[in-house]
């Protein structure tokens, strides 16, 4: 499980999904692009729902490893579209030069 911190913002995920989300931002920071996207998250209260991340070049995301908050989240059709979309931009020509 790891902990998200975004714009003054706390979720829980799994760990594949935050390495996918993370990755992702990273691409898109690389082309000084944007993009929102829904991963599932577990609150601090605990409910789990699907969180809308604004990601971009200006993005501050934070991910860490935690044990609480029960178990890990899997969403193997949330990890498999964020890793089309970076798949995508990275066979794209690059708009920066």
């Known amino acids: 499980m790891r902990r998200i911190v975004y714009a003054g913002s706390v979720f829980y995920t799994g760990d594949s ?3 996918a989300l993370l990755d992702y931002a990273r691409v898109l920071a690389s ?3 944007a993009d929102a996207v829904f991963v599932p998250g577990r609150l601090v209260s605990g409910e789990t729902d699907k969180i809308e991340v604004l990601i ?3 993005s501050q995301v ?3 490893p935690v044990d609480e908050y029960g ?3 899997v969403d193997d059709s ?3 579209e964020l890793r089309e979309r970076i ?4 066979a794209s020509p690059d708009r920066n030069g």
Do not use: K, Q, Y
């Open 17 to 19: 999904i935050a390495e």
């Open 31 to 33: 082309r000084s692009m």
């Open 56 to 58: 971009g070049p200006a």
């Open 62 to 64: 934070v991910s860490e």
């Open 71 to 73: 178990p890990d989240l």
């Open 78 to 80: 949330v990890v498999a």
């Open 87 to 90: 798949r995508r931009l990275a």
